[in-house]
């Protein structure tokens, strides 16, 4: 079992960064692939980013690419998203998720936080 807090959402103009923390309870962080998501209003929620259990693997959206950085910190059991050069289309609800595989299929990540608002203005 793992429980996940993400932090660090916010309010930021078009051009701006922000950095997004997930923090991870338990023994087995370092086990885990981490993922985050986002969902905007009225619509699906989407793929990001995820890393695999060690760092060495990243992958992104394209959407994002280039723009965003996901890293980790096994021995803090956390999961940051650094997010650069936002755009408004940004705006979303962003959650991070925990798994056995750093894919982009949201059901292979049975972990999940309550999600943290960013919003991006033009």
């Known amino acids: 079992q793992v429980q996940l807090v993400e932090s660090g959402g916010g309010l930021v103009q078009a051009g701006g960064s922000l950095r997004l923390s997930c923090a991870a309870s338990g023994r087995t962080f370092s086990s885990y692939a981490m993922g985050w998501f986002r969902q905007a209003p009225g619509q699906e929620r989407e793929f990001v980013a995820t890393?695999?259990?060690?760092?060495?693997?990243?992958y992104y959206a394209d959407s994002v690419k280039g723009r965003f950085t996901i890293s980790r910190d096994n021995a803090k059991n956390t999961v940051s998203l650094q997010m650069n050069s936002l755009k408004p289309e940004d705006t979303a609800v962003y959650f991070c998720?925990?798994?056995?595989?750093?894919?982009?299929?949201?059901?292979?990540?049975?972990?999940w936080g309550q999600g943290t608002q960013v919003t991006v203005s033009s």
């Open positions: 890393i695999n259990w060690s760092g060495g693997s990243t």
């Open positions: 998720a925990a798994g056995r595989v750093a894919v982009t299929t949201m059901r292979t990540y049975p972990y």
